[in-house]
């Protein structure tokens, strides 16, 4: 398959975000997850469309990488400001998701 | 609720480019369609994800904004080839997707 | 364009889920809106996946309309139970759109 | 992170039915691989919602699982009809994602 290695990150990204948006919501501290949970949420958005666009023959993707490399890199500096497993889990994902966004 | 006018023209145009996919795979000459099928699938994925981050808080949208223009307006030069009418219904809706874009 | 009336209802239920889900997070009890916002995002990625497939030709949805009634049933519900206007508005769209499943 | 194998086997089935559905849009006998195209995208757009819904802590997710396997079953039936390696290998990845579901 075409961009199996960015597709693969991104799955990865996706899964981190959505898993760690829904872990938050249960955390003691709610109130001080709301930035991570509203952050995770986007770069799950974003990730999941680069990843459905990317197995396309569509050729003008850069944009979208641009903004997707932005989204995970906000989403990495948020999570990795929270010590739970699953923010530092998402931070990991979320910056190699960068780098894969970054080989392309 | 918040950016409603622009979420109102990315769900027409999400609604219009999914269904403009699928209708062009009844069509007659549907190898002529290919690329209009391509499109309007990409185009129906940007604009669900924007959809959807501008009812959030998140504030750092206009990369994706910029992207969807330029997606939005790649699907509506394409549709407009074709004389069927979910095609010609399609270009529209992209070409208001794109003056709302630029409205915000 | 095909089954206009349900697609209609499901936009406006992904959009008041969306956008509850996000408004929660700024409200002072947010710990209390947790399966609010649970529910909605749960509610918004239903109703966006039979909104799109009811774009296409599929003849087999009966099985995710059903679904999509249970999902959007006990969104209402969990909304009801908040004052918050972005719940009751909630609430009230996914009634319509279960309303609209039903008249599917 | 909970429901792993059946999360991995989601993001599997995703990405090769959305690379199979672009695929058959360059294919010589593209009229032939219309019910390919369009069970392919049923297929992605349902494998993404349960893969979502998943991530997060909400329970009641049998229904949207039984309509996943039935869909999934329908895109192995309809891939397998065809000799490309892509309709092939999305074809065993929709069986692998069906006996997924079934494990859950």
């Known amino acids: 398959m075409r961009n199996e290695k960015l ?3 991104l799955g990865n990204c996706i899964n981190h975000c959505n898993y760690c948006a ?3 919501l249960d955390e003691e501290n709610v109130k001080m ?3 991570c949970i509203r952050t995770d949420r986007v770069c799950a958005e ?3 469309s680069l990843n459905q666009i990317l197995a396309t023959g569509y050729q003008n993707v850069q944009g979208l990488i641009d903004y997707c490399i932005e989204v995970c890199t906000a989403c990495a500096d948020e999570c ?3 010590e739970h497993d699953h923010c530092q889990a998402c ?3 979320c910056r190699e998701c960068v780098e894969a966004c970054k080989a392309y």
């Open 7 to 9: 597709i693969s990150a």
């Open 22 to 24: 829904d872990a938050c």
């Open 33 to 35: 997850m709301k930035d």
């Open 46 to 48: 974003v990730c999941s």
């Open 80 to 82: 990795s400001k929270h």
């Open 91 to 93: 931070a990991k994902a």
